[in-house]
């Protein structure tokens, strides 16, 4: 929004394609920000299950010891 | 088994047994990624994990033609996307009669429940087209080469390209311009339109509604 005033009327084009440059790189740590907050959160238990299950059922299938 | 060649199945069981548990302490590393990028394909917690989990069991049912050496993040990106579109193309053959519930699974009701608790980036993401929304995660986000994105996505380079730069700029215009955010900051219209299919099924006799009971959601 304040952008929006600063590069109104008579502003020199670069100015604008700089002001544009600035806004592009906070969405984009925006849109980063947002991404590394789930990849950061701890894995919940249901995957670790399912992983678990993976090697019970490998294990089952080949008949191998559990070790 | 036993009898045929057990000298080979030694070697073959061996070999595998060091591969799996290579690739599958590989998988374990990537979840969080996998959880990343499904929830900004669905916008929505539980439908993200649970396509992020459908994600893991097709890779490893899959773990044989996956080349070793090459970029197994891609790969499980790869699988991942093509389970979100499948898993809502298949919405979409359930629920021909509404395809604005369709679009919302995963997550159903919850998409715009969630969406109310958005950042406003958040929430100008969902307004894009899935194409630009996951090329734009993808290089943006994600930190994948513009060739990378292309492979996942199955699309040249070039359209990557300007998909990322379309998706940017549209960003730009939802976030300042405001008007087009409405829709998604206030979830009016889908409950006006929920509201009207409620009152439909309760003027319906029981049993005459043929689009009743499945949808409603409860």
């Not at chain 1, 894995?43 to 678990?52: A, I, N």
């Not at chain 2, 087009?180 to 006799?205: C, K, S």
């Amino acid at each position: 929004m304040q952008w929006d005033n600063a590069v109104s009327n008579e502003e020199k084009p670069n100015e604008k394609a700089r002001a544009i440059r600035a806004r592009q790189r906070a969405i984009g740590r925006e849109l980063r920000r947002m991404y590394d907050d789930v990849a950061q959160e701890p894995v919940p238990d249901d995957f670790l299950d399912l992983l678990r299950k993976i090697d019970d059922a490998e294990d089952a299938r080949t008949g191998k010891k559990v070790s | 088994m036993v009898g045929s060649s057990p000298m080979r199945q030694h070697v073959e069981s061996g070999h595998k047994d060091d591969g799996d548990g290579d690739f599958k302490s590989e998988l374990l590393a990537l979840i969080p990624f996998l959880r990343a990028f499904a929830r900004s394909l669905t916008g929505n917690q539980e439908g993200a994990d649970d396509l992020a989990q459908e994600t893991l069991v097709k890779a490893w049912q899959s773990r044989a033609t996956f080349i070793p050496g090459t970029n197994l993040k891609a790969w499980l990106f790869t699988i991942l996307r093509n389970q979100f579109y499948s898993d809502r193309r298949r919405a979409w053959r359930q629920a021909p009669w509404d395809q604005d519930a369709a679009e919302r699974i995963p997550g159903g009701g919850e998409d715009q429940i969630f969406s109310a608790q958005l950042s406003d980036t958040a929430r100008a993401l969902r307004v894009l087209s899935d194409e630009q929304r996951e090329a734009l995660i993808l290089v943006g986000a994600g930190g994948f080469s513009y060739e990378d994105a292309a492979a996942i996505c199955k699309c040249a380079v070039g359209t990557v390209k300007s998909r990322v730069a379309r998706a940017r700029k549209a960003l730009i215009e939802i976030l300042d311009g405001d008007d087009t955010l409405e829709g998604v900051q206030r979830p009016a219209e889908g409950d006006a339109a929920r509201e009207i299919m409620a009152q439909l099924d309760r003027l319906a006799p029981p049993g005459t509604g043929d689009t009743g009971g499945k949808r409603r959601p409860k």
